[in-house]
C-alpha cells in the first residue's frame, strides 16, 4: 500500500485514517486561498495569482484523495439506509423513551 | 429614492413569476411526505443543496456587513466574513456524521447521540430555541429588507417586511423544502450574476483594477490592499490574536455541530442531499462560493472606497455596495438588481421559514403531540406552522430596533461557552447529556458576568471580544467537565447503537471495543 490509498472495502473505508486527517488539514487551506487569491488576483498580482493556482492543485488534491472513500462509505451506507430510516421513525416516538 | 423604466418592471416581474412557478411545479413532490416537505425526500444530487447554502448564507444585511468591515479595514475585513471556513472540516467530519444519523433536525441529534431524560431535556430545548432563532432571524432580515425599500421607493419600513416574506411564504407553504431548494438554485444564480456585474461596474466606475491601486497609493491607503495588515499582537483595529482566535473558532469548529449559528439550518441541507459524499460536497461547495462571493464584494467596496473616501457614519458606509448598483448601473439593469436583491432576500427567509417549521412539526408535533401522525397530517401541521412562524416574525421585526442590543447579546453568548462543549458532543463519548446541558447554563450565568457585571464592579477590565471568548471558554469548563465526570455516562447500549449508526471520529475507544464484543463491528486491524 502506498502513502495515500485509494482503494477501499466497506469495513476500511469507515474508519478514520492518514487521508481523512491530509484533507482536514488541506481543505482549510484551500478555503483561505480562494479568500486571498481571488482578492489578489484581481488586482493582477503575481502573487495572486501564485495562491490561487496553489488553491487549485489544493482543491483537486484533496478530491483526488477522498472522493473513493466517500463513495464506498456512500454505497454501503445506502445499502443500510432504509432499515435505519425505519429504525429512527420507532426509536424517536416519545412513547418509547418514557 | 430610484426611478424605475419599464425594463426594470419587467426584470422584477419576470423573477417573481419565474420563483412563484417554483411553488406551483414542486407542489405534488412537496405533499407526499414530512420527509418530501423537510428534506426533499432526501435525494438531491450535492449540487442542488449547495447552491442553496450559498443562496441562504446571501441576506440583504449580508452585503452590508461584508461593505462595512472591508471600508474600514480594507482587505483584512474579509476575514471578518471568514466564519463560514467551519465548513472547511466540518464537510469532511461532522457533516458525514450527521448526514448518516439520518435526524432531521440538530434537536433530533440530540436524543439520538444523548438517551434518557437528559436526551429529552436537551431536544426539548434545542426546539424551543430554534422556533425561537428562526423567529428573531425572519424579523432580523425583513425589517433589512423593509429599510431597503423605505430607502428606494419611500414605502413605510413595515410594507417591506410583510409584503416579500409573505410573498415568499406562498411557495415554502404549498411545496416546503422541494420549492425552497428549487427557488434557492434559481435565486443563486441570478444573485451571484448580479454581484459579478455590479461589482464590475463598481471598480470600472473607480478606474479599473490598476486605477484602484494607483489611487490607493497616491492617497497612502495602499495597506488596505494587504489581507495580513495586522496592528500588533493584541493592539489596534486588526490584532493578530483576533485573527488567531476567528481562525481557531471558525476552523477547529468544524469537528463539532452547533459551533457556529448557521449549522442548523446547512444540518437541514446536508440531510436533504443523496448520500454521504453529496452532503460532503454540499457544505464544501456551498461555502466554496460563500468565500469567493466575499472577496469578489471586498474588490467592489475597495472601488467604492476610491470613490468616496471619506465616510465616517457607519451606516452611510454600510450602503456601499447598494449605491454601486443604484447610482452605476445604467437603466434596465437597475430592475435586474433590485430582482436580484429579492432574489437575496427571498432565499434566505424561504430556508429560515422551512426550518422553523420543521422543528415545529417533527420536533414538536411529531415527536410529543402526536407521534401517530399520518404524513398527509404532518405536511399539514408543516404549512400551518410555517403561517405561525411568519406571523410572529413580524412582530419581532417590527420590534427589531429596541431588542437588537440584547439579542445580540444573547448570539454572542450562545457561542462562547458552548463551543467545546458542541465539539465534544461529537468527537467525545464520555461527555454526557448533563454535561452538555450545565454548559449551556453556566455560559448564559458567566456570560453576564463576564462581559457586564464583573467589568462593572472593577473586578475584570473590559476585555475586548475576543479575550471574552477565551474567558468564557475556560470558566465554562470548570463546570461542565465536574458534572460529566461526577454524573454516569450514557448507557451503553444507547451509545453502541449511535456509534454503529455515524461511526463518529475521536475519543470513541470503550464504545468502539462493546460493539466488537457483540460482533457488531469487525476489527479491521486484527482481521488485517
Known amino acids: 500500500m502506498g502513502l495515500l490509498r485509494r482503494k477501499w472495502t466497506p469495513e476500511s473505508a469507515e474508519q478514520w485514517t492518514r487521508e481523512d486527517w491530509i484533507v482536514i488539514l488541506i481543505s482549510p487551506l484551500a478555503y483561505v486561498g480562494i479568500a486571498v487569491g481571488t482578492a489578489l488576483v484581481f488586482f493582477m498580482t503575481t502573487i495572486g495569482l501564485i495562491v490561487l493556482g496553489i488553491t487549485m492543485l489544493f482543491i483537486i488534491l484533496m478530491h483526488w484523495i477522498i472522493d473513493p472513500k466517500l463513495k464506498t462509505i456512500s454505497r454501503e451506507y445506502e445499502r443500510k439506509q432504509k432499515q435505519y430510516l425505519i429504525e429512527l421513525e420507532q426509536t424517536q416516538r416519545w412513547e418509547e423513551v418514557q | ?528
Open chain 2, 1 to 528: 429614492m430610484i426611478h424605475f423604466a419599464v425594463l426594470d418592471w419587467i426584470w422584477i416581474f419576470l423573477f417573481i413569476i419565474l420563483m412563484m412557478g417554483c411553488g406551483v411545479l414542486f407542489y405534488r413532490l412537496g405533499k407526499r411526505s414530512e420527509s418530501d416537505f423537510f428534506l426533499a425526500g432526501r435525494g438531491l444530487p450535492w449540487w442542488l443543496p449547495a447552491s442553496s447554502v450559498y443562496a441562504t448564507h446571501t441576506a440583504v444585511d449580508t452585503p452590508m456587513w461584508v461593505t462595512g468591515v472591508v471600508y474600514k479595514y480594507g482587505l483584512t475585513g474579509i476575514w471578518y466574513a471568514f466564519f463560514a471556513a467551519w465548513c472547511a472540516i466540518s464537510a469532511f467530519v461532522s457533516t458525514r456524521i450527521f448526514r448518516r444519523s439520518l435526524a432531521y433536525t440538530q434537536a433530533e441529534w440530540q436524543g439520538l447521540r444523548f438517551g434518557g431524560l437528559g436526551g429529552e431535556l436537551l431536544r426539548g430545548w434545542m426546539t424551543g430555541w430554534q422556533i425561537f432563532m428562526t423567529m428573531f432571524n425572519m424579523g432580523w432580515i425583513g425589517i433589512a429588507m423593509g429599510k431597503i425599500c423605505q430607502y428606494l421607493f419611500g414605502w413605510p419600513a413595515w410594507f417591506g417586511l410583510v409584503g416579500f416574506s409573505t410573498l415568499c411564504a406562498v411557495y415554502v407553504m404549498t411545496s416546503g423544502y422541494w420549492g425552497v431548494v428549487m427557488a434557492d438554485f434559481q435565486q443563486g444564480i441570478i444573485a451571484f450574476c448580479a454581484i459579478i456585474v455590479v461589482s464590475i461596474w463598481g471598480v470600472k466606475a473607480a478606474g479599473g483594477p490598476n486605477g484602484i491601486v494607483d489611487k490607493l497609493a497616491v492617497m497612502g491607503e495602499s495597506w488596505r490592499l494587504n489581507p495580513f495588515h495586522f496592528t500588533g499582537l493584541f493592539s489596534g483595529d486588526f490584532p493578530l490574536a483576533w485573527f488567531i482566535t476567528m481562525m481557531v473558532i471558525a476552523v477547529i469548529g468544524g469537528f463539532g455541530m452547533g459551533t457556529n449559528i448557521d449549522w442548523y439550518v446547512e444540518a437541514q441541507r446536508i440531510q436533504s442531499a443523496r448520500s454521504v459524499r453529496d452532503a460532503s460536497y454540499t457544505i464544501w461547495w456551498g461555502t466554496a462560493l460563500v468565500i469567493l462571493r466575499n472577496s469578489i464584494w471586498a474588490i467592489a467596496i475597495l472601488g467604492f472606497f476610491v470613490l468616496f473616501p471619506n465616510i465616517k457614519d457607519a451606516s452611510q458606509y454600510e450602503m456601499g455596495w447598494f449605491r454601486l448598483g443604484f447610482e452605476f448601473l445604467p437603466v434596465g439593469l437597475v430592475g435586474f438588481f433590485f430582482a436580484a436583491i429579492l432574489a437575496i432576500h427571498l432565499s434566505t427567509v424561504s430556508s429560515i421559514l422551512n426550518l422553523g417549521a420543521m422543528y415545529a412539526t417533527r420536533d414538536l408535533y411529531h415527536h410529543y403531540i402526536n407521534p401517530q401522525a399520518s404524513q398527509e397530517r404532518l405536511v399539514r401541521v408543516g404549512r400551518l406552522s410555517t403561517l405561525l412562524i411568519l406571523v410572529f416574525s413580524f412582530f419581532f421585526g417590527l420590534m427589531m430596533n429596541e431588542i437588537t442590543k440584547w439579542l445580540i447579546f444573547a448570539l454572542w453568548i450562545m457561542a462562547a461557552g458552548v463551543w467545546l462543549p458542541n465539539i465534544l458532543q461529537v468527537i467525545w463519548w464520555r461527555f454526557n447529556a448533563w454535561g452538555y446541558l450545565s454548559s449551556w447554563i453556566a455560559n448564559l450565568g458567566l456570560s453576564w458576568l463576564v462581559v457586564w457585571i464583573l467589568p462593572m464592579a472593577g473586578v475584570l477590565p473590559n476585555l475586548p471580544d475576543y479575550l471574552q471568548f477565551w474567558v468564557l471558554m475556560g470558566l465554562t469548563a470548570f463546570i461542565y467537565i465536574p458534572v460529566t465526570l461526577l454524573t454516569k455516562p450514557e448507557n451503553m447500549d444507547h451509545l453502541v447503537r449511535y456509534y454503529m449508526m455515524c461511526r463518529p471520529l475521536g475519543f470513541w475507544g470503550p464504545v468502539r471495543r462493546e460493539a466488537e464484543k457483540r460482533g457488531l463491528l469487525l476489527d479491521v486491524k486484527r482481521s488485517a
